[in-house]
Every structure is written in structure tokens, then in C-alpha cells.
């Protein structure tokens, strides 16, 4: 099946610093979302990407949707404290499945 | 209620039980999905709703597990003859309409089978 490979697996980085992970997959998917996950809580959208080549902004996060739509980077720009956690992609195929495949995440952990 | 609600929020049962998780949608959508989250993974597809009809039902594992929605609101996803292969969170969304969008997530049933 469809699988995502996203990297690195985790990050140790001091406030203020830029961050960036990204997600490559052996298919074309149409759409790119990128998710956090906080313990106990189930995945909150940050940025949903629809068009190959768009770059997208939220706040301190900007992502794009790569030119081949295989592969996705999402960017963290001045880390923060609560900017901990775990960062998922995901891709959706058209066809009218509603069905997203994920990434394994990408573990951030943010030093003050 | 303001969100995607599931319950029990923590569930032990025991290998070979019947289990079943509740998941109560955002009020008006109309759109609910179903994934299974293994430690260390992210999440997997297991089944999508579209009022009271699965649309797409390709990602349960195997026939020990079923879904219903039978008045296109709360979903009860039901798994029989449990194994220690099934312990996961199962994670719950909702949405009006599409997954890419405005879909929320619950906070998930961990359900640990020993």
C-alpha cells in the first residue's frame, strides 16, 4: 500500500530556532495536510495544501506541496515552548476517497 | 457538545472479549472517520461514514471489526474476539463534508487488549 516516509523521526532544538521536516512518498497524492498531535489529544490541521507548488502560511508555519505532488515540506520558523510535539503529514488521493494516509510523525522537542 | 467526543477514554479488556468504542460527532456533521493509531505510527484509515452509510470501509484490518451509524450521528465501532494485536488508540473525526478540510479529532479510546 501507500506509504509516506517522513524525516527525521526527531528533533532536539533550542527556542527560537527554525525548524524544518518534510515527507516524501513513492506515489502522487493530490492534496498534502500537515497535522500536531499533543499527548493525549488526538491531531489538530495546521496547514492543508491543495495544488502542486503552493506554498501555504499559518502564523510562524509555512508548508509546501512539492512540483512532482510527492513530497511535502513543513517549516517552523522562531520555535517556541508549545511548539512541542508530534508533527504529522498526510496525503489524500482524489477519486472522492475520503481516506488520508499519514507519515510515522516527527518528534520536536524544544529546549528554552 | 463543542467537539469530537469518545468514550471510554481508556479501555483494558482482556484477549478474546467483544469491546465496543463510542464516538458522539460534532453536531451537524455529516461526514465521520475512523483511524487506528499503533504506538510510534501514525494514524491508519479503518472506515469513513457518510450519514448512516459507510462510503468507504477498505481500511478495517478484518471482519472481527465493524462499524455503525445508524441514525448518522454517534458511531459505534465494535470489535470481536479482541487481540493483543488490536491495543491502539482509536481515533474519531468528524467533518461536514471532506477529511482535507474542517475535519476535527477526538481524543481517541486507548484500548489495551492483555
Known amino acids: 500500500g501507500q506509504q509516506l516516509n517522513q524525516s527525521p523521526q526527531s528533533m532536539f532544538i533550542q527556542e527560537g530556532e527554525d525548524v524544518s521536516m518534510n515527507c516524501t512518498s513513492s506515489?502522487?497524492?493530490?492534496?498534502w495536510l500537515w497535522y500536531k498531535q499533543d499527548p493525549g489529544e488526538g491531531p489538530v490541521l495546521l496547514i492543508a495544501l491543495y495544488k502542486a507548488g503552493e506554498l501555504t502560511s499559518n502564523g510562524r508555519l509555512t508548508a509546501q506541496f512539492g512540483i512532482t505532488r510527492k513530497d511535502s515540506f513543513l517549516n517552523i520558523s522562531a520555535s517556541i515552548p508549545s511548539d512541542v510535539g508530534i508533527y504529522f503529514c498526510a496525503g489524500q488521493n482524489q477519486g472522492g476517497s475520503e481516506k488520508l494516509v499519514f507519515g510515522k510523525g516527527t518528534k520536536l522537542t524544544v529546549n528554552p | 457538545g463543542a467537539g469530537v467526543s469518545q468514550t471510554p477514554s481508556n479501555k483494558v479488556t482482556e484477549k478474546g472479549k467483544y469491546v465496543e468504542l463510542r464516538c458522539d460527532p460534532i453536531?451537524?456533521?455529516?461526514?465521520l472517520y475512523w483511524y487506528r493509531q499503533s504506538l510510534g505510527q501514525g494514524p491508519e484509515f479503518l472506515i469513513y461514514?457518510?450519514?448512516?452509510?459507510?462510503?468507504?470501509d477498505s481500511g478495517l484490518p478484518n471482519d472481527r471489526f465493524f462499524a455503525v451509524r445508524p441514525e448518522g450521528s454517534v458511531s459505534t465501532l465494535k470489535i470481536q474476539r479482541t487481540e493483543r494485536g488490536d491495543s491502539a488508540v482509536y481515533l474519531c473525526a468528524s467533518s461536514y463534508l471532506h477529511m482535507n478540510t474542517e475535519a476535527f479529532f477526538g481524543q481517541g479510546t486507548r484500548l489495551t487488549v492483555v
Open positions: 506515489s502522487i497524492f493530490n492534496t
Open positions: 453536531s451537524g456533521h455529516t461526514a
Open positions: 461514514f457518510q450519514g448512516t452509510g459507510a462510503a468507504d
